[in-house]
């Protein structure tokens, strides 16, 4: 997943969200695949996705992620 500048295009950031990932509830989880429509929904500030799109050979995961500017 990757951010670009609205003023110059530019990549700002980038993720691999195919790794483990620590999830709230204390069960570890993992990212995969992103593929298919609708899946970045932005809302008051944070941009949340999912990860792990096991459809037809893509790396299957079972993770929602949430991206804000200050990283909390």
């Known amino acids: 997943m990757r951010a670009c500048s609205a003023d110059h295009g530019r990549v700002v ?6 790794r483990p990932y620590g999830g ?4 570890e989880a993992h990212g995969g ?6 899946t970045v929904v932005v809302v008051d500030g944070v941009v949340y996705t999912n990860s ?5 050979g893509e790396a299957t995961g079972n ?8 990283g909390k």
């Open 63 to 70: 993770v929602l992620l949430a991206f804000t500017v200050d």
């Open 52 to 56: 792990g799109y096991g459809y037809v």
């Open 33 to 38: 695949s992103i593929d298919g429509p609708g």
């Open 13 to 18: 950031w980038d993720v691999d969200t195919n």
């Open 24 to 27: 709230v509830n204390g069960i």
